[in-house]
């Protein structure tokens, strides 16, 4: 069984807590201790980004992080090595590599999948990488034993929605805005809607992402979903922290309200 199925295995029906943070964000040596202060305060599985210079899909938040993240040497070789370090003392919390596809395609899938499996990442979530362009990176991550996450929208069909649970695996990432991540306000009413639909399609656990910013935005989506990711407004706080101490703090403050509201439903 897989470490993300064991995961939501053992929650038992209470909601997923999924924060993500860049790798090297606000620099490279506060990386892995933010991963363990995110454990301590409440999350079920991390998302680690892997920055990237053009992030088409993320806000000016996650656009600027991953800036800083490149600026101080951080790439896709450095974020795997992170993970290999959290794994050192953490084999229990799933880690999800978040990005884009060209920097996996400059590493070369085999090299990509092996490094990660070897650092100990359970799944990889690739913003512009859709089920069909994907079966040579499904069946590499298959034969790892690790899974690619998948993204539905309010824009997705019903066809192509059954065509990505279809394919779909770990869990089903539903992108609740229309726009980049951390615009807009957030409609959950409209998201609950659309997240009955998935259902539909699928059994797998749905987390939802992009607009999620704060404890009442939290709540309302995890209406229906299994799972909420949380992602700007964290990273933001995160990029005034000059020490790990700041950070460990920040993360504190920030993530224990929403796990204590989330674990009340």
């Given at each position: 069984?897989?470490?993300?199925?064991?995961?939501?295995?053992?929650l038992?029906?209470?909601?997923?807590?999924?924060?993500?943070?860049?790798?090297?964000?606000?620099?490279?040596?506060?990386?892995?201790?933010?991963?363990?202060?995110?454990?301590k305060?409440?999350?079920?599985?991390i998302?680690?980004?892997?920055?990237?210079?053009?992030?088409?899909?993320?806000?000016?938040?996650?656009?600027?992080?991953?800036?800083?993240?490149?600026?101080?040497?951080?790439g896709?070789?450095?974020?795997?090595?992170?993970?290999?370090?959290?794994?050192?003392?953490?084999?229990?919390?799933?880690?999800?590599?978040?990005?884009?596809?060209?920097?996996?395609?400059c590493?070369?899938?085999?090299?990509?999948?092996?490094?990660?499996q070897?650092?100990g990442?359970d799944?990889?979530?690739?913003?512009?990488?859709?089920?069909?362009?994907?079966?040579?990176?499904?069946?590499?991550?298959?034969?790892?034993?690790?899974?690619?996450?998948?993204?539905?929208?309010?824009?997705?069909?019903?066809?192509?929605?059954?065509?990505?649970c279809?394919?779909?695996?770990?869990?089903?990432?539903y992108?609740a805005?229309?726009?980049?991540?951390?615009?807009?306000?957030?409609?959950?009413?409209?998201?609950?809607?659309?997240?009955?639909?998935?259902?539909?399609?699928?059994?797998l656990?749905i987390?939802?992402?992009?607009?999620?910013?704060?404890?009442?935005?939290?709540?309302?989506?995890?209406?229906?979903?299994?799972?909420?990711?949380?992602?700007?407004?964290?990273?933001?706080?995160?990029?005034?922290?000059?020490?790990?101490?700041?950070?460990?703090?920040?993360?504190?403050?920030f993530?224990?309200?929403?796990?204590?509201?989330?674990?009340?439903?």
């Open positions: 069984m897989s470490l993300l199925k064991t995961t939501f295995t053992k038992s029906g209470k909601k997923a807590l999924i924060p993500f943070v860049t790798a090297g964000h606000p620099n490279a040596d506060m990386t892995v201790g933010i991963m363990h202060q995110l454990v305060s409440g999350a079920d599985v998302e680690l980004g892997v920055p990237f210079s053009d992030p088409m899909a993320d806000g000016p938040v996650i656009q600027h992080a991953s800036e800083r993240a490149i600026a101080t040497g951080t896709i070789r450095e974020t795997i090595a992170m993970v290999k370090q959290f794994r050192i003392q953490n084999q229990s919390t799933p880690v999800v590599l978040m990005g884009y596809l060209n920097p996996v395609e590493m070369g899938y085999t090299e990509f999948v092996a490094a990660a070897d650092a990442a799944a990889v979530l690739l913003v512009d990488s859709p089920p069909e362009e994907s079966t040579e990176l499904l069946e590499l991550l298959k034969q790892a034993d690790m899974e690619q996450i998948f993204l539905i929208a309010p824009t997705t069909t019903e066809e192509r929605k059954q065509m990505i279809q394919h779909a695996n770990g869990f089903v990432y992108v805005l229309k726009g980049v991540t951390g615009s807009a306000n957030l409609d959950s009413h409209a998201v609950n809607k659309d997240l009955q639909s998935v259902r539909k399609h699928t059994d656990p987390a939802v992402g992009f607009g999620v910013k704060d404890t009442q935005s939290a709540i309302a989506v995890a209406e229906q979903a299994d799972a909420v990711v949380i992602g700007s407004a964290l990273v933001n706080l995160l990029d005034q922290c000059q020490s790990i101490i700041e950070a460990e703090k920040a993360i504190d403050a993530i224990k309200p929403i796990r204590t509201a989330l674990d009340s439903l």
